[in-house]
Each structure stands twice: as C-alpha cells, then as structure tokens.
C-alpha cells in the first residue's frame, strides 16, 4: 500500500490503476534485463539458485506480493566447447510472473517467450480491484 509520499512526483491525472500498470511495468522490466546475459549451466542448482536470487530482489521493491520466476531448462543449449564458454540467459528462456498490489488495485503481469511473435512479450494478464 502507498504512504502517499511518492504521489506529490505524479501527475494528478493518474489514477490507482494507470500507476499500478505504471509500477508493475518498471517491476517486469527490471527483472528481465536483470536475467539476460546472466552467465548460466545445465545444472539443476544453479538455475534454481538463480531463479531463487531474482525472486527475492524483485520481491524487495514496493508494492510487490508475489514473483515467480521460471527458467526453461529444455532450452538451455549446453554446448560449452572450451574452457571459458558458457550459456546465458535471453528472453527465450524466461518466463516469469508479478503480482502487485496498489492501493485497491492488483496486478498479475508476466514475461514469456511467445513463439508466434519470437518474442519475450510482457503484457499484463489481469487487472482487479481488491476492495
């Protein structure tokens, strides 16, 4: 919930719902480009630990209830050829999920690899008013 500080910033035009589109917008482009080029393996541990590390960070910023991040470990390509070769992560590979509470307003918004547009589409999934 807002303490109303950050308000004096915004323009009074904007209401609860434009600023939780606002927000939630910010929420999924910080995470996704936290993600990408993120160096990565085919181990099990290291993607969950890295799944685990966004999660917590993204869940630090306000008005955030819940994220859930999904790493498609069929797509990780594990062709390490030398020593200092390593996969990263892309938008192929992502999928995650925000959920976030402005005021009486909350937002599930994702990011995911659309095949049909060869894309990492962030979109918002549904808008409700939680009053």
Known sequence: MSNGKENAYFTSDINDRERACFEVGI??????????????????????????????????QPYVKSVRININRDKIQGTKTTEFDYDELSGILIAATVVLEFNSIEIIAKVEWIEELSYPLMFIEEIRNTN
């Not at 993600?35 to 960070?57: F, K, N, R, T, Y």
């Open 27 to 60: 929420k999924l482009g910080a995470l996704y480009h936290i993600l990408c080029g993120i160096p990565i393996s085919s181990d099990p541990q290291v993607i969950e630990s890295i799944e685990q590390g966004i999660e917590a960070s993204i869940s630090c």
